[in-house]
């Protein structure tokens, strides 16, 4: 489309003007966008009939964040994209790369977050704190700066289906690398890294597990006594996540190094619940109950839920509101058992306040 092709050109002059300082990119990105908002120009359905038009912009080689990602415009040093969104949800992440989005369509729960390092294993893994600094419901129109590194941590749980934002952005920040993924409760990892003789010993212990070898759990246990903290934390969550693996974790952590197995474990945990509320949430549709889901997923305390939902719909009464959406998400089926619980424990707390 024109129209991106000379926002891209655009922020390509305007960058190198600056001598392509990455510091800058960000708010160059951000006032392009500003000034001439990708919402007001174009919607998700040209951008789809453009894609099924002969000539089209080179796209991703690997196309593993978005469902789908596309390019709109690729330059020399600049892309713009945009990013399509049905139900997934971003895990909480920093970016290897410089810019600013822009929500085209859809809304989104944005929550932004900081970590603060208490012990570096290596480059692909640290320990420390992470909290949850502010959360926000982005609406089609507006924009946000990245900032590579660890200066913009966040995550996005899209409400609308589908929601869409155009970024743009570098190909990257050369002294950003890795790109960390966070998890709690204080976990940095580096989820691109990838260890070929760890993974082909995972599947044998897969394998053994499935033709009921005991000689799983020995392995499994010589592999976290031989394994670095990066490859140990993995396997960890293998051991949570994972049906055969589940079936041996209490055997293989027994009497392991118990203060670091127990942060793995902990982290594992939390993913298993991210998990389950995405499952679940695939299947939801309706904005209002997705939202919900999505303060319930960040942690929200119940008084939490009620003032964020009075200043989002300050002509609705906010309880009322958490009635009826409870009372919507309990009539799908198969919802997790964790969903159920946590959406108890708020109607319980809802109600005493009233």
């Given at each position: ?38 919402s ?11 894609m ?14 978005a469902q ?14 945009a ?26 729960v944005?929550?932004?977050y ?15 704190s ?30 609308d ?34 260890d ?44 949570h996540?994972d ?37 679940f949430?695939?299947?939801v ?32 009464d ?8 409870i ?20 109607q ?7």
């Amino acid at each position: 489309m024109k129209f991106f092709e000379q926002l891209g050109q655009r922020v390509e002059s305007a960058w190198l003007q600056q001598s392509r300082d990455e510091r800058i990119l960000p708010a160059i990105a951000y006032a392009a966008l500003r000034e001439t908002p990708p919402s007001q120009h174009a919607n998700f359905e040209d951008i789809i009939d453009k894609m099924f038009e002969t000539s089209q912009p080179r796209q991703p080689a690997v196309d593993d964040f978005a469902q789908p990602q596309i390019y709109l415009y690729c330059g020399e040093k600049i892309a713009v994209e945009a990013l399509f969104w049905i139900d997934g949800t971003t895990a909480v992440h920093e970016h290897a790369f410089s810019g600013a989005f822009h929500v085209l369509s859809g809304s989104s729960v944005h929550s932004s977050y900081a970590f603060q390092e208490h012990k570096r294993f290596n480059t692909d893994l640290r320990i420390g704190s992470l909290e949850r600094v502010a959360s926000e419901i982005l609406h089609a129109g507006d924009t946000r700066q990245i900032l590579s590194g660890n200066g913009f941590i966040h995550q996005l749980f899209h409400l609308d289906t589908p929601s869409v934002s155009i970024v743009i952005r570098n190909r990257a920040d050369g002294d950003r690398y890795p790109q960390l993924s966070y998890r709690d409760p204080g976990i940095a990892i580096n989820h691109f890294r990838t260890d070929r003789l760890f993974t082909r010993r995972r599947c044998l212990l897969e394998l053994m597990i499935k033709a009921g070898m005991e000689q799983a759990v020995d392995y499994a246990r010589r592999m976290l006594q031989q394994g670095d903290p990066f490859n140990n934390f993995n396997l960890v969550e293998w051991l949570h996540l994972d049906t055969q693996g589940n079936k041996i974790r209490q055997r293989v952590l027994v009497n392991m190094d118990q203060e670091l197995i127990t942060l793995f474990s902990e982290a594992a945990a939390e993913e298993d619940r991210f998990r389950s509320y995405l499952r679940f949430r695939s299947t939801v549709l309706e904005r209002e109950p997705r939202l919900l889901l999505a303060l319930l997923l960040l942690k929200f305390a119940a008084e939490q839920i009620v003032e964020f939902l009075s200043e989002e719909f300050p002509d609705e009464d906010a309880d009322d509101n958490i009635a009826s959406w409870i009372e919507s998400i309990l009539r799908y089926d198969a919802i997790p058992n964790q969903v159920v619980k946590e959406l108890n424990s708020l109607q319980l707390a809802t109600a005493i306040a009233c």
